[in-house]
């Protein structure tokens, strides 16, 4: 079993930016593939990025590459997603998640993760 806790959410004007993290306990979280995903309001929950376990690779949503940055911390079992350069359309509840059997063709889907974090609120004004 792992437990996600994000926090760093809020309101920022856009072109600001907002730094999120998750920490995990649990199992070992050094073999899991953490993931960011986000949900507005009215859509489907969607991917934004993903780590490998040993934070070499990293994957992104086409519209955040270049503006977001994921990263990880075995030792202090957390991951960050830096947003820089937000827009409106960034708006949404982001969400930590993990699970350790995922590969580069799943961890994309939603219903690929088994752990979950309760969210963070990220508010972009225009």
């Known amino acids: 079993q792992v437990q996600l806790v994000e926090s760093g959410g809020g309101l920022v004007q856009a072109g600001g930016s907002l730094r999120l993290s998750c920490a995990a306990s649990g199992r070992t979280f050094s073999s899991y593939v953490m993931a960011w995903f986000r949900q507005a309001p009215g859509k489907e929950r969607e991917f934004v990025a993903a780590i490998s376990w040993s934070g070499v690779t990293t994957y992104y949503k086409d519209s955040v590459k270049g503006r977001f940055t994921i990263s990880r911390d075995n030792a202090k079992n957390t991951v960050a997603l830096q947003m820089n350069s937000l827009k409106p359309e960034d708006t949404a509840i982001y969400y930590c998640?993990?699970?350790?059997?995922?590969?580069?063709?799943?961890?994309?889907?939603?219903?690929?993760?088994?752990?979950w974090g309760q969210g963070t609120q990220v508010t972009v004004s225009s």
């Open positions: 998640a993990s699970d350790e059997t995922l590969t580069t063709a799943t961890m994309r889907r939603v219903f690929e993760y088994a752990y």
